[in-house]
């Protein structure tokens, strides 16, 4: 039975959520190209320099905030419905969409404003040149910060959905394990609900108010320090759905099934209680902050590899077990026998081989001193490009492949350009990232819309600079190109007539462990809960009290525009 | 709950890589004593450096000679110029010397960073950034404001030019007064 006879509702709802998703994707490719041409100093015709900042604000907004979210929640609703074999409850995940659409447009209205002359709107001028971390005190329209408010509120209420589906479950089904994609979606929501109380705090409490004017001045130490408290988090929201399809999809697509459940279990536990108390190691280099607590969050960070190192293991077993049950042999060449020409198998491969290469770049990034070296330089984009521009990002698209047919009962079209796109986002990501961070080593910063300077010339360490923007500039090309093909087949598979059996379906084959031999601790949320808010107050609580001490708004800043 | 073998020396080396990390970092800090930038510079208020009335040396920026081979070197950071260091006011400072940087901003959140080297800090108003660091090499070092600070940020930047001890003048480091002023104050001289 297709996905989309079975739960026809829930399907609808993920198709939504998809659309806005990919409707962000294609935008933000489109200004992430024009940034690459512009930087690069290739083609500067689109926009001006001082304009540059509002289509970098716009990538990152769309890409980062908009196409994660949109897609993670359609991602979440069908594993939801598809573990718990139930239709999600349609009323609240439906008022979560309309919530975060609505955060959406506010905010992407506001970018777009500062390209178009600044109108004023309800007297503040409308643009929000702030980029995606938006730092006070630099403003931006009221509008923007209550849109992104919206889309964190929109996301607090379809974790509802999947919460209120498992208790409905539950009474179903007394005593038995929850199904580990489940599992899987309500452990990444409670870390989401705990990391973005900061983000809550710092936009409703201070950002909104400020930027109306009812406050005067804010601390910018404070509200960046609340601001990375969601900060790094985040990333593991990004993380923990791909971390999802490639421990119960991915092992499938090779032919085999999941090495362990109790150890995907252990992971995801993992992640829940490390992911937050780390966001300091995003300020290494601020002021304002005993090294103390530093220290606190790299060990915590440190910690959070074992996780992902563990992942590694276990996917990787999982996929050779599929390549043995379809006859593969020898150490290295049952790497032969996989399905490398079926998109989503091979996107999850190559995001998973890019994400290896952004952690130990991400363990540099993690080394409190060898951090100086890198701090704010191009090093920066060009490791997160490798996670969630990569890991994250191709995973999504590769498993579109696969989960689109399902949701809308097409068979997947334009074959050829989809099993390339995998491949032509591998190339792109490779020379603009590796070009990226061995600028990032010269000194390049990040964020700029010329990296040239009347005082001094950069000088390469390992390459020129002028080879390493000729690299980004044609990665960012190709990516671009990645991104249209991929746009394409939804396009044409969306707009297709329904027709024939689909080759795919949402079984997901039992674990060669299997539920029965993981401990029933590990489905102990308030447990896990307990620890996880234990380990945030040791290393976020005497920083924030201190910084709290002198006045919640001192030292203070009042608004400045860009 | 079982582990495989495999799982388990995986877990293992894992494990070890993680601790290996940490005990370098801990060295790095403790034995060879990479400092880190933490809440030593205090607090200062952004609209006071704004308005040039700290009652500190912000009010008139550049460099300090505290003692023998010790120098401080004082920053203001605003959109989109550091003072000193942008343009033709480069900090200057001898080699082999002890420098302390001490960083802060008018406006907005900015970036200090010197090409190539362990300095790097970021610049947030409300907080002083101090970092210590020795140039053993003369020559001139990049600066940069690596976080975005506005439209114009592009263009925030600098450099600091490393001098011979024996060749180091502290009567040329009048680089914090305005072009004119000294101008001014030559005239008078002559």
């Known amino acids: 039975m297709v996905f989309v006879d079975s739960y026809p509702k829930t399907s609808k709802l993920v198709r939504s959520e998809f659309l806005v998703a990919f409707a962000a994707l294609g935008i933000g490719a489109l200004f992430g190209v024009i940034q690459a041409l512009h930087r690069t100093g290739v083609f500067r015709g689109f926009v001006s320099s001082a304009d540059y900042y509002t289509i970098l604000t716009g990538h990152g907004v769309l890409l980062a905030l908009v196409f994660t979210t949109f897609f993670i929640a359609g991602l979440f609703t069908w594993a939801v419905a598809n573990s718990l074999e139930r239709e999600l409850p349609h009323r609240i995940a ?7 659409l609505t955060g959406t447009v506010l905010a992407a209205v506001s970018i777009i404003g500062g390209i178009v002359g600044s109108p004023s709107i309800l007297g503040h001028d409308l643009e929000a ?52 994609q489940t599992f899987m979606v309500l452990t990444t929501m409670l870390m989401w609900y705990i990391s973005t109380i900061g983000v809550a705090v710092e936009v409703v409490v201070f950002l909104i108010p400020w930027s109306l004017g009812l406050i005067q001045n804010i601390d910018p130490l404070l509200t960046r320090t609340l601001f990375w408290y969601f900060g790094h988090p985040v990333v593991y929201f990004w993380l923990m759905p791909a971390y999802l399809v490639w421990y119960t999809i991915l092992p499938k697509l090779a032919g085999g099934r999941l090495f362990s459940d109790p150890l995907a279990r252990v992971v995801f536990v993992a992640f829940l209680l490390l992911s937050t108390p780390v966001g300091f190691h995003h300020q290494y280099t601020d002021p304002g902050i005993p090294s103390g607590y530093k220290f606190i969050a790299m060990t915590n960070t440190m910690f959070l590899l074992l996780p992902s190192l563990l992942t590694a293991f276990t996917v990787v077993a999982s996929v050779e077990h599929g390549a043995r049950q379809r006859g593969a042999s020898g150490y290295l060449s049952w790497l032969r026998d996989l399905p490398w020409d079926k998109p989503a198998f091979s996107g999850c491969m190559l995001a998973g081989l890019m994400f290896a290469a952004g952690g130990f770049s991400g363990m540099i990034n993690a080394g409190m001193n060898i951090n100086y070296l890198i701090h704010n330089t191009i090093w920066v984009p060009g490791h997160f490009h490798l996670t969630v521009g990569t890991a994250f990002a191709l995973t999504a698209m590769a498993i579109s492949y696969w989960l689109v047919p399902q949701i809308t009962g097409k068979k997947l079209r334009q074959r050829s350009i989809a099993t390339l796109q995998p491949y032509v986002w591998f190339v792109g990501m490779a020379l603009m990232s590796n070009a990226m961070h061995r600028a990032g080593l010269a000194g390049i910063p990040r964020r700029t819309a010329e990296p040239t300077y009347d005082e001094f010339a950069f000088e390469g360490v390992a390459g020129t600079v002028g080879e390493m923007r000729l690299q980004i500039a044609i990665g960012g090309f190709l990516l671009f190109v990645g991104a249209a093909m991929f746009l394409i087949v939804m396009a044409d598979t969306l707009l297709a007539r329904r027709g ?5 379906n949402s079984n997901i084959p039992e ?45 203070g800043s009042p608004p400045i525009p860009v | 709950m079982q582990v495989h073998r495999f799982e388990k020396v995986w877990l293992g080396a894992a494990i070890l890589l993680i601790v290996g990390f940490i005990a370098t970092i801990a060295y790095g800090s403790v034995g060879v004593g990479v400092g880190m930038v933490d809440d030593s510079g205090g607090q200062i208020s952004a609209q006071a450096v704004q308005n040039g009335n700290t009652g500190t040396p912000f009010d008139d920026p550049g460099v300090v000679r505290e003692g023998e081979d010790q120098y401080t070197v004082y920053v203001v950071a605003r959109q989109f110029q550091f003072v000193p260091g942008s343009g033709d006011t480069p900090i200057r400072v001898p080699a082999g010397a002890n420098v302390t940087f001490k960083v802060t901003s008018a406006d907005v959140t900015h970036g200090f960073s010197v090409v190539e080297t362990n300095i790097n800090t970021m610049v947030i108003p409300g907080q002083v950034s101090e970092v210590s660091a020795r140039f053993n090499e003369p020559g001139t070092y990049g600066l940069v404001c690596h976080e975005y600070c506005g439209a114009a940020h592009h263009t925030m930047g600098g450099s600091v ?19 004119d002023d000294a101008q001014a104050q030559e005239e008078a001289d002559q």
């Open chain 1, 94 to 100: 439906w008022s979560a969409f309309w919530i975060m």
């Open chain 1, 129 to 180: 040149d702030v980029l995606f971390t938006f730092y006070a005190p630099m403003k931006a329209h009221p509008a923007f910060y209550i849109g992104a408010a919206l889309i964190i509120v929109g996301s607090w209420v379809a974790g509802l959905a999947y919460f209120k589906a498992l208790w409905d479950w539950r009474s179903e089904n007394p005593g038995e394990r929850i199904p580990l």
């Open chain 1, 500 to 504: 024939g059996t689909l080759s795919v």
């Open chain 1, 511 to 555: 674990p060669l462990s299997g539920p029965d031999h993981s401990p029933r601790i590990l489905d102990n949320y308030k447990l896990w809960t307990a620890i996880a808010l234990l380990l945030i107050v040791i290393a976020y609580g005497p920083p924030l009290a201190s910084m709290v001490a002198d006045g919640l708004f001192a030292p």
């Open chain 2, 161 to 179: 030019e490393v001098v011979p001890p024996e060749e180091y003048d502290m009567q040329q480091q009048e680089i914090e007064q305005p072009e």
